[in-house]
Each structure stands twice: as C-alpha cells, then as structure tokens.
C-alpha cells in the first residue's frame, strides 16, 4: 500500500458548489456553545425556573431515560442562547471511510451518519496541505480545493431540492458528482469499495485501536499511515490534543500554535458583543456595561447578569435573544457577518495601532 490508496472522506451538509472546501475561520460562521461560562450561568437559571424538567429520580433504571433528558436539556438550553463563533484554519477529514458519531462511544456532540454530503478525495492531492495525520481526525490547513478525482456524493432528496443554477454550478466543475438513497455510511463504503484503489474500513474513536477497528486489512492500513506521516514529517495527533499542545517539536507547531487562543478569541468577541446589547436593552448600570469585556468571565460578574434577567423576565429576555440571533442569521445570509479570520486580523489591527 502507499498514499494513493489512501483517500480524505469528510460528511458534511455543505455543498462546496464552487469546489471549495472552506475551514470555518473563512467563512462567516454561526453555532449555540453550551460549554461556556455564560451558558452554564443560563442552564442554572432555567432549572431553576423549572424550564428545563428536572430529572424524575423513579425513573433514573429505565433504559435511555437519562439520556433522553441530557438532550432535551441541551435543546431547551441552546433556545435561551445567543450565537457565537468558533474559529478554526483546518478542515478535518476522516481516512477510509466515515468517522464514527459520538454516541457510538458514550457521548453525543457530533453525528456523521445523517450527513447528506459526503466528499471523497485523494490524500495525495492535499498532502502538502496536511498538518496532521489521523483516520479519524486528519486536518488540512486552509482551503481544500478538489481535484478531478473527487467524488461529490449527495443525497437524492436533498439534490432534488437544489434549483437548476445550484445543479449547474455543481456540473461545471471537475469532480463527479454521485446520487445516493439510504445510508450515508453505507455509500461511502460502497464507493471506497469500487474505486479500485482505497479498502473502506470502520473507523474507531478509542486511542487503542489506532484509529481502525481489526479487520483483515485494517493494520495493513495503518502501518501505511503511519508511514506517509513519517515521510512528509507530520504529526498524528487528534485535533484538539493538536491546538492545545505546547509541545514546539510537534511538526508544523509553528502553523497551529495559536489556534487554540484564536478560538477562544473569537467566541469571546461574540459573548462581549451580546452582554453589551443585552445590558443596554436592559437599562443596567452604565458602569456595569462599560466594564463586560473586562468582567465576562467572572461567575459574581455573570450572577449580576442573571439577576437583571430575572428583574426583567425570562420571556422577554428570550424574545430579546430571538431577535438578537435572528439579526446574525440575516447577515449570515447575506454574506455580511464577519469570518473568525476577519475578527481576529481586526483585533491585530487594532492592537498594532494601540501600540504604534
């Protein structure tokens, strides 16, 4: 085996029309993060409220019950959120096949399954591009453009929904593109199966089977891959392990070493943002709106902001994050919401200007 039997697959709902594969830093990017400090501030408040149920402990043995009520939790939660940001310059593909959803390993923050898009191209074409090499968690830096030997598969339903400009973007470009029914998962394997160059594998999350549940060829695989790791001088790290390492060995620190810091520099421009308007639509103390950049990460600082929510009501405060959210969504559309990479070369400009 050797790199050409090795091919990048990554699921998605986005059809690159233009084929172009964008990292989310270059796009303008809108997602609910339940894992912030804010977030869980709010969490508190709605169970406190009894908006979110409480869990019924008689029921606690009954199979799925707590996990029903984890992601019902998650829905209510995410309605009393506003939109942040993330950022990230990498684009991640899985390796011979679809990376497993969470939930096959005990937890559920991604699903790849009930993707409708697959894309499916030689790592070769990309190798330079790569920054770490992983089958389940392979990141590409900056723009995947694809090459004529990728295959574009779409589900039939949601190609039938495309107008007759969408679908003639989509000829007019150099990759084939692929009607599939039914599973995603199984598509994939079957279009890995019949390129005549790639063995389709399961994919695994846990760190003890290297990536590859055992099959007859699995470990035949990853020896491959670890070889073209070795050979072009890049790491195999998973992603986050990747950008919150400080480890300056890791080959190509230098491309991912403030990746992390960017992310959190992003979201914390979203978060500013909406305590700014939150507290002025809420009449609170000028001084106390002066100070959100500088406090928004303080619990009592937070708590005060629960509390003017509570003076005001829940539902008002939620019809205020509907409308607030509503308004990111329109500029979303319209290509008028700055990129991750906008919000962050803005805050250089203005730190270089501060300083000269």
Known sequence: MNINNIAIVRATNIIPFDGVVRPLSNVPYLCK??????????SDLLHELGVIPPLD?????????YDEMVALSSKILKEYLPYVSDYNSMVLFSLNGICPDDNEHGFANNTFSNKKVAIIEPLSEHINQVI?????????????????????????????????TQKAFLNNNKFRVKIFTGSLKEAIKNEL?????YIPETLSLSASTGGFMQSDTSEMQKECINDIAC????SQMKYFNLITSR???IPKYDEVNDEFDKAMKVQDYYIVMFLNKFLIYANAPEDMINSVSKNFHYKPFLLKVIEIIKEIGID???QFVDVYNLKLEEQQKSMTLSTPEDIISCEKETKQSVIS
């Open 33 to 42: 993060n339940i894992g912030l400090e804010f977030s869980s501030r709010i």
């Open 57 to 65: 402990q008689t029921r606690m043995f009954e199979e799925d019950y």
């Open 132 to 164: 770490s090499l992983v089958p389940t968690d392979t990141a590409i830096k900056g723009d995947v453009v694809l090459s004529e030997s990728a295959i574009l598969l779409i589900d039939e339903d949601l190609y039938n929904l495309l107008n007759e």
């Open 193 to 197: 199966q019949n390129s005549g160059r």
């Open 231 to 234: 050979h072009y001088g890049l």
């Open 247 to 249: 480890d300056t060995s």
């Open 316 to 318: 008002k405060y939620k």
